[in-house]
């Protein structure tokens, strides 16, 4: 994607040309992109000058003296307050006129397209598009109510002798009243006619019209400052306030059009967040004992004390082991002693000896309190303020003769907070310009003459950013260019709603939420050892281990504990995350792995990249291992003895099913109760049954097939109606019996058939497709019985129906010749059989000499190999391996018996996969010496690894449940390879960076506005596009959804930090 994408394409920039002067001017709708009548527009400027007729009519009578100015103030407002009810009636009115006419009308397809038929200049149409109305009766009143409160005060606000007074100018006066009643209309219009999108906007949805309080609002601000200046007595700056709020009061439809002043719902956050942080204890900031422990001194040159050539757990914990020990000491200072101290210090001031007023109590309870929550701001602060203290001699300057200590103190900390944050935005504004040139893929045609603008006008940029910092409020950069914005004050978190309350979860979530508990231990430790730098709340740092992103925001930070989100970005990387994500290692490869042979305090090369490493975490995590078969799963030798291996491993797999099983019985006399046609039941009942003959309406026939009904579906494979289920006998080489009948035909039902059948003499409903028909009278073919020679072989016989496959004689036999007797005697030689009270010395013996129970694992692999394999004896290709790992085999006649088993079938497919991971073992760690080491690798299997597919159900809880190996085969089907991926739990080093905050800020800010203002949601604009040094894209997708698109999310997440 080149520099030149369209910053909006042409749909919207047509719809943002539409939007941006109906937002200018509070709602009105001039720029319809379509033909509509002049009327459209003739009514809707005549509403929007309607609060300035009815207010100047109470001006007109108060000029002439006919009344005083509070009741033209009543006169003007009672009159705006009927207008507004009118109005929202006559929309309530079309709109019950609209809804008895729809009933009997097709909805009109044009205003689907935002595109209105109206019929006449009062036409229900026509007041529905001018006056949309409001969703809430509530609303309908209340903001009918404000509107005349706020034409009323607003006549007061702007007569003009009242404007005199405080000019003495009378073209001032006329300025100030032509433009401060524009001003009024926009806000009326926006409140109770249509309400504009805001450019400023917080939440995504209005669910309770606020927006229409918001401009409104800020004029009943100048209009309380004015109230205050009339009933207030020769109070010389309520004056200056006023005259200056009433040049400002002019400038506020820019304001409101440039989004510098946040919405309602930001302004309150925002306004309890700064009063808790400067009112009642601020924002934790780091002392310079925090700096020796971090890789970079103030991000500019190395740390010579933090260890180089960080790359494993065992070497980096030996080398930090001194910084441990500096940060312990700190710990201590700044939880026991400095407390104490600063307590000490402040309890000797004299502005506590004198009789307290106000400012003395609120400057003192906020740093006693700050002394505590945030140990670190109150000490720099006191420093601070003790130096001027001592600089300052002169006993008749305002910071000795008008503040005490408290309020002193008050004034640092908001100073202290204030710089930093324009030393940051500053950083951001110049990162935006001297990147668009110097990053090739960000120049664009307007590049050189953005730049310039911004050094010619380099005094009003300083402006902006020191406004921005002063409302603690972001810099938006618009579409991520070098054109800066002043953006509304939020709180600090950026967005509205619960933390971690959505994401947009999918199947790599999984290795996030596995990996966070531990990632949130080590942070403990790194922000309790000042490892991270300055924590304030509001810092963002970005984590890197492999694939995963780790993004995690500060939110609260307090006496010993801190409370974070953490958040998991995609791992399929695109094209432009994959740049981003680059550009990270390269930083913290620089940082950590390149550093054995670098000089003494070398320089940050990165310097300037909003992405300053910190540190390394030991985080136990998953590493993720990839490799190509090839020369594995297309070798010959590995194939050909797979079969083998694989009769070996299910062997094993059987006999270890039926010995577990076996624990649930105590003497092989329970076994019988217990098995209930899992096992077979008593050896000469059940031959009995076995050998009665079906009995003929038991055989094939349409006869026995039960009323047909419409709702019924042939390829249903659940009964339904009637029709039920019937479980037959075991057999070898037949299929169920199937109901089938013809829509419409005529059916009888023998008279001798019981009404009420059991389960065993119901037939099969399910419709079987594909399998050879069974002919009418065939009687079944039965299994013999089978009698062991041990009586505790029971115990370990397999389900009877597992050794029903329809295989061929020969190929029984030809499985005795290769079933591996020896195996098999060995796995039985390690049984022990502890859960039987009695059990004769030579059980083992024993049950090795049953012949029977060996012909029943014949059997039992054989039905499995020829589920998977066929019959033929040929090699399977790769692609055969491939499928059977994955489930996915062809259809085949041993297949569909197989699937019918589903137990035997799930052994079948984890002992295909085992036998698969055993030769890639075999392949690269070298052949199998003996029976015991085979099985301690089947054992390994079973015990600590996950052997299946990544798309399993079963992956993702082994994830969770931290099982230390997981396996998965691939493929690439445009490479044409094959691939294994390895998964290992372990303590692994993540490395950890300090992202600029307002650069973040920023960048979110952007895209609130470009979203939820510009609709400009196409995938490939230019501000999501990948910016290696503002990680533009990556922070585009750590913002909350729906903006953003974070694969994981946590909750507030408190670390205690002692």
């Known amino acids: ?50 609060p300035w007729v009815l207010g100047g009519v109470g001006t007109l009578l108060y000029q002439l003296g006919i009344m005083k100015d509070y009741y033209t103030a009543a006169l003007s407002g009672g009159l705006m307050f009927v207008t507004a009810l009118i109005l929202q009636m006559t929309n309530l009115y079309a709109k019950q006129k609209t809804v008895r006419v729809e009933r009997m009308q097709i909805q009109n397809t044009l205003t689907d397209e935002d595109e209105f038929e109206f019929s006449s200049c009062v036409g229900s149409e026509t007041v529905k598009f001018i006056i949309p109305g409001k969703k809430y009766i509530i609303n309908t009143v209340f903001h009918s109510l404000l509107a005349g409160v706020l034409c009323g005060l607003g006549t007061w606000y702007l007569l003009p002798n009242r404007i005199t007074l405080l000019y003495s100018n009378i073209g001032g006066t006329v300025m100030i009243f032509v433009f401060g009643w524009v001003t009024i209309c926009i806000g009326e219009y926006s409140l109770i006619i249509n309400t504009a999108t805001e450019t400023a906007t917080f939440q995504a949805l209005d669910t309770y019209e606020i927006t229409a309080l918001m401009r409104p609002f800020y004029i009943f601000v100048f209009i309380a400052v004015d109230l205050a200046h009339r009933f207030a007595v020769n109070t010389a700056i309520l004056e200056q306030t006023n005259q200056i709020l009433h040049i400002i009061f002019l400038f506020l439809p820019f304001l409101w059009a440039m989004g510098i002043l946040p919405p309602l719902d930001a302004f309150f956050l925002w306004g309890m967040e700064q009063l808790l942080e400067f009112g009642l204890g601020g924002s934790p900031m780091s002392s310079n004992t925090k700096e020796i422990q971090r890789v970079y001194l103030f991000g500019v040159f190395r740390n010579p004390f933090y260890p180089k050539d960080v790359r494993t757990v065992t070497v980096f914990m030996e080398k930090q082991r001194r910084l441990m020990k500096v940060g312990v000491v700190r710990r201590i200072l700044l939880t026991l002693v400095s407390p104490f101290a600063m307590i000490a210090f402040l309890s000797l001031d004299r502005s506590l000896q004198n009789l307290h007023s106000v400012s003395v109590c609120i400057g003192f309870t906020r740093i006693f309190r700050m002394v505590w929550q945030n140990t670190e701001n109150a000490l720099l602060d006191i420093v601070v303020v003790s130096v001027a203290q001592m600089l300052v001699f002169n006993p008749d300057l305002w910071w000795n003769r008008s503040l005490d200590t408290g309020i002193r103190l008050l004034l640092v900390g908001i100073l202290r907070d204030r710089l930093l944050q324009f030393v940051s935005k500053l950083q951001f504004a110049i990162a935006i310009l001297l990147t668009s040139w110097t990053e090739k893929k960000q120049r664009r045609k307007s590049t050189a003459t953005l730049i310039t603008l911004n050094v010619v006008f380099f005094p009003i940029l300083l402006t902006f950013v020191t406004i921005s910092a002063l409302l603690s409020s972001p810099l938006l950069p618009l579409f991520t260019l070098p054109v800066f914005l002043i953006g509304f004050p939020r709180p600090i978190r950026s967005w509205p709603g619960p933390v971690g309350a ?69 791992l399929q990387e695109t094209s432009c995350h994959a740049a981003e994500a680059h550009r990270v290692d390269e930083i913290f490869e620089m940082a950590f792995e390149h550093q054995e042979h670098a000089k003494i305090l070398s320089p940050n090369h990165h310097f300037g990249h909003i992405l300053t490493p910190c540190t390394v975490l030991p985080v136990r995590l998953y590493s993720d291992a990839r490799n190509v078969l090839s020369g594995i799963i297309d070798s010959h030798e590995n194939l050909k003895h797979l079969k083998d291996d694989f009769i070996k491993v299910l062997v094993w797999m059987l006999i270890q099913y039926c010995y577990k099983k076996s624990k649930t019985w105590e003497n092989p006399g329970n076994a019988n109760k217990n098995k209930k046609g899992s096992f077979p039941e008593n050896q000469h009942s059940s031959a009995v049954e076995r050998a009665r003959p079906l009995r003929e309406e038991d055989s094939f026939s349409v006869d026995t097939i039960e009323d047909w009904t419409d709702d019924s579906d042939i390829f249903d494979l659940e009964p339904s109606g009637r029709m039920k289920d019937r479980k037959e006998p075991g057999q070898l080489g037949t299929t169920p019996k199937v109901p089938l009948s013809i829509p419409g035909s005529v059916e009888t039902q023998t008279q001798d058939v019981p009404q009420e059948m059991s389960p065993e003499d119901k037939l099969y409903r399910a419709v079987v497709l594909g399998l050879p028909a069974v002919d009418k009278g065939k009687q079944q073919e039965v299994l013999p019985p089978v009698e062991f020679s041990c009586c505790y072989s029971e115990l370990l016989s397999i389900p009877e129906e597992w050794r029903t496959a329809p295989v061929p004689t020969s190929k029984v036999n030809e499985m005795r010749q290769r079933f591996p007797e020896e195996w098999y005697h060995f796995i039985l030689s390690q049984l022990d059989f502890f859960h039987l009270k009695e059990k004769p010395s030579n059980l083992l013996e024993d049950l090795m000499k049953d012949k029977a129970l060996k012909d029943l694992y014949i059997h039992g692999v054989l039905s499995c190999c020829f589920g998977l394999f066929g019959l033929d004896n040929t090699v399977p290709a790769p692609s055969h391996v491939f499928r059977a790992y994955t489930g996915g085999i062809p259809w085949s006649v041993g297949l569909d018996w197989l699937t019918g088993k589903p137990e035997l079938f799930q052994l079948a497919l984890k002992a295909f996969r085992y036998t698969f991971k055993l030769m890639v073992d075999k392949a690269s760690l070298g052949p199998v010496e003996n029976f015991k080491e085979l099985v301690n690798y089947l054992e390994e299997y079973e015990n600590d690894w996950y052997i299946g597919l990544v798309s399993d159900l079963e992956w993702q809880q082994a994830v969770l449940q931290e099982k230390p190996y997981l396996f998965s085969l691939g493929h690439d089907p445009n490479m044409g390879i094959y691939t294994g991926r390895v998964l290992t739990l372990q303590e692994l080093l993540v490395q950890v960076g300090k992202l600029n905050d307002e650069a973040v800020r920023g960048q979110w800010a952007n895209l609130s506005w470009e979203l939820l203002y510009a609709t400009n949601d196409d995938e490939e604009r230019y501000s999501i596009q990948a910016h290696p040094v503002l990680l533009r894209n990556l922070t585009v997708q750590a913002a909350d959804p729906p903006l953003g698109y974070p694969v994981y999310s946590s909750e507030l997440l408190h670390l205690p930090l002692f």
């Not at 304030?536 to 890197?544: E, F, M, N």
């Open 1 to 50: 994607m080149g520099p030149d994408v369209p910053l909006l394409n042409d749909y919207k920039q047509e719809f943002f040309l539409k939007r941006f002067p109906q937002t200018v001017l509070g709602g009105p709708r001039f720029k319809l992109g379509y033909c509509a009548p002049p009327y459209i527009y003739v009514n809707q400027i005549i509403l929007f000058l309607t």
């Open 502 to 570: 959505t994401a947009c979860v999918c199947s790599d979530t999984v290795y996030y939420q596995q990996m966070v508990p531990s990632l949130a231990v080590a942070l403990q430790s790194a922000l309790a050892a000042g490892s991270l730098g300055l924590s304030l709340p509001g810092s963002h740092y970005l984590c890197r281990f492999q694939d995963r992103l780790m993004w995690i925001l500060v939110l609260e930070k307090g006496f010993t504990y801190c409370g974070v989100n953490i958040k998991g970005l995609e």
